[in-house]
Each structure stands twice: as structure tokens, then as C-alpha cells.
């Protein structure tokens, strides 16, 4: 049998290692269980926001955002039947209605304290599930 996980295009590879090791590392090193729900993503928030505020370099923690803001892309690909897509080795969430979310990118905007992966998911999951023309974030 043939499951949406097995159907997604190649795109979804790295994006999906990315999310995957980074419930891994946040699992043993932080004690953190991200379990792929949205509720899980207030976490995933603070997280990001105690490492801003502690004054944490952007370089020390640019793969650890990449992975949390893939982690939220999965939160919202599991949730609404999206897929990723990818070009130029940018990386974007595409829900059913055609529109295209930034989730990588909205964690490097969490880290300079503008934005939110949690809401980003919320909107994204209540687009997804409406019709709608694409738009860009």
C-alpha cells in the first residue's frame, strides 16, 4: 500500500532528514518531544527565543534552525496533505490551495525575534484546508 509519505517528490528528502534528526537532537540534548503536532510548536518557539535571547550567534545555530523551521514545514505537511518543494536549494511548504509557505526561513525570522512557527503552521494548516488561488508568503 502506497501512503502520502511514499508519493512525496524528491523534494521532500532533505527537508524531511532535517525535521527527523532534529526531533532526534532535541529528544536527547534537550529534552524536548516533538511529536509533529502544532501544539508542539509553542515549544519549538521558545526554544528559539531563549537562543536569542542568550545572545547565541546566528552561524552557531543557522543548521539547528534550519532543522526546527523543517520540522514545522513536516508539522504542516502531515497536517494538510502539502508537499515540498524545492529550487536553488531554497526549500518551501506547498498546501493544497497552491500556496507556498516558508517554514526554514520563519525560523531564521524567530531567531531575529519577527516571527513564529507556530503561527506560521496555524495559518498555513487554515489555508490548506481552504480553495484559494497561490499566493507567496
Known amino acids: 500500500m502506497t501512503t502520502q509519505q511514499d508519493i512525496r517528490p524528491s523534494a521532500a528528502a532533505k527537508p524531511r532528514r532535517w525535521a527527523a534528526d532534529t526531533v532526534a537532537t532535541m529528544r536527547e540534548g534537550a529534552r524536548l518531544r516533538l511529536d509533529y503536532s502544532a501544539q508542539s510548536l ?19 545555530v543557522q543548521n539547528t534552525l534550519r532543522g526546527l523551521g523543517a520540522y514545522a514545514g513536516e508539522v504542516i505537511v502531515r497536517q494538510v496533505g502539502a508537499e515540498w518543494w524545492a ?3 531554497d526549500h518551501w511548504v506547498r498546501t493544497p490551495n497552491g500556496r507556498l509557505w516558508e517554514p526554514i526561513e520563519e525560523a531564521r525570522r524567530c531567531f531575529a525575534g519577527d516571527g513564529s512557527l ?9 489555508a490548506g484546508s481552504r480553495g484559494g488561488g497561490p499566493a507567496g508568503r
Do not use: F, K, M
Not at 42 to 60: C, F, K, M, N, Q
Not at 118 to 126: F, G, I, Q, V, W
Open 42 to 60: 509553542w515549544s519549538v518557539d521558545r526554544l528559539i527565543d531563549d537562543l536569542r535571547r542568550e545572545g547565541t550567534p546566528p552561524a552557531a
Open 87 to 89: 529550487a536553488g536549494g
Open 118 to 126: 507556530r503561527l506560521l503552521c496555524r495559518d498555513a494548516t487554515r
